[in-house]
C-alpha cells in the first residue's frame, strides 16, 4: 500500500466509472446521479418519462466533469427491465455501479388497500426489479472486477424498512402504506442475499436507507404537513442532496471496496428518535 491510495484523491475516486441509476429523473435518484456525473463518472439515468429524463439531463449537465445519457424504461416488470438491459449493453460494454433506485408506494384504507395497485405494483418496482437488474447486469458487474476493485451494486431501501408505522403524514388521513415498508423491508433482505452470490464475482451489494429526503414520494408529506415533518427531526432539517450523493459515491469509491451486504441508515438519527418517544 503506498501513501497515494490514501490520498483522499484515490480513496474516493470515481471517475471513468460508468453508473447506471434506475430512477434517475428525480429526487434521490438525481442526487445521485448528479453526484457521478459531477466526479467523472459517465452516468446513464432511466425512467418512465422521458420529459422528466430530458430535464434532468439537462440539469446534470450544467454541474457534470462526466457525460450523462438517459434510457427510457419502465422497470416494472421482468420485460422491461430486460429491455432496459438490453438497451444498456447496446450502448456499453461494461457497467461498474449499478443503483436500483426506482421505487413507488401506495396510500390507502386498512380495510380496502387495493390488490394491484397497492401490493403487486408496488412490490413489482420496488422488489422484483431490484432482483432481474441485477441478475441481468451481474455479468457486466463482474467483467472488469477485482477484489480490489470491486463492481457496486447499491440498492435504495428506506428507514421505512425498520420502522413499522404505516400511517403518518407520507399518507392522507384514514389512510396507510401498508405495502411500502415490507417492499422496502424485502429489499434489505434481497441485498443481503445478492450480497451473498455475487461477492465471488467481486460484486459488492449494498443498501441505503433514507429517513425523509425531498422527492417525489415525500411531495404529499411536505405540502400537507412539512414543518411538522423538518420540526420532527433531531437534527433539525430533512436529508439533502449532498447526504445522499456522498453515501453513494462512498459506496461506489475503493473506500468501500471490502463493505458488502451493508444496511446504511441517513436519517439524521429521526428513527432512533421516534422509539425514543414511544
Same mark, same amino acid.
Given at each position: ?5 490514501? =490520498?483522499?484523491? @484515490?480513496?474516493?475516486?470515481? /471517475? ?6 434506475? !430512477?434517475?429523473? *428525480?429526487? $434521490? ?105 441485477? =441478475?441481468?447486469? @451481474?455479468?457486466?458487474?463482474? /467483467? ?6 470491486? !463492481?457496486?451494486? *447499491?440498492? $435504495? ?122
Amino acid at each position: 500500500m503506498s501513501a497515494q491510495d490514501l =490520498a483522499i484523491t @484515490s480513496l474516493f475516486d470515481v /471517475k471513468g466509472k460508468i453508473v447506471l441509476v434506475t !430512477g434517475g429523473g *428525480v429526487g $434521490i435518484g438525481k442526487m445521485i446521479a448528479t453526484g457521478f456525473a459531477k466526479n467523472g463518472a459517465t452516468v446513464y439515468i432511466a425512467a418512465r418519462k422521458e420529459p422528466q429524463l430530458k430535464e434532468a439531463v439537462e440539469d446534470i449537465r450544467k454541474v457534470a466533469t462526466g457525460k450523462i445519457n438517459y434510457i427510457v424504461a419502465n422497470v416494472g416488470s421482468k420485460a422491461g427491465c430486460d429491455a432496459l438491459i438490453a438497451e444498456f449493453k447496446r450502448r456499453e460494454t461494461t457497467l461498474h455501479v449499478l443503483v436500483n433506485n426506482s421505487g413507488i408506494t401506495w396510500g390507502g384504507p386498512y380495510n380496502d388497500f387495493p390488490e394491484e395497485k397497492g401490493w403487486d405494483n408496488v412490490f413489482n418496482v420496488n422488489v422484483k426489479s431490484v432482483f432481474y437488474m441485477t =441478475a441481468g447486469l @451481474s455479468d457486466y458487474l463482474a /467483467k472488469d472486477s477485482t477484489s480490489h476493485d470491486p !463492481g457496486r451494486v *447499491v440498492n $435504495i431501501s428506506s428507514t421505512a424498512s425498520v420502522n413499522p408505522f404505516s400511517e403518518g403524514e407520507l399518507s392522507a388521513a384514514g389512510n396507510g402504506t401498508w405495502s411500502y415498508q415490507p417492499s422496502k423491508a424485502a429489499v434489505n433482505h434481497l441485498t443481503s442475499a445478492l450480497a451473498v452470490k455475487l461477492a465471488p464475482k467481486f460484486v459488492t451489494v449494498n443498501a441505503i436507507l433514507p429517513g425523509v429526503y425531498p422527492s417525489k414520494m415525500t411531495a404529499f408529506g411536505f405540502k400537507t404537513s412539512g414543518d411538522k415533518m423538518v420540526a420532527s427531526q433531531p437534527m433539525g432539517r430533512v436529508g439533502a442532496p449532498s447526504d445522499m450523493a456522498g453515501l453513494a459515491l462512498f459506496l461506489a469509491s475503493p473506500a468501500a471496496a471490502h463493505i458488502t451486504g451493508a444496511h446504511i441508515i441517513t436519517d439524521g438519527g429521526a428513527r432512533l428518535f421516534s422509539q425514543a418517544k414511544l
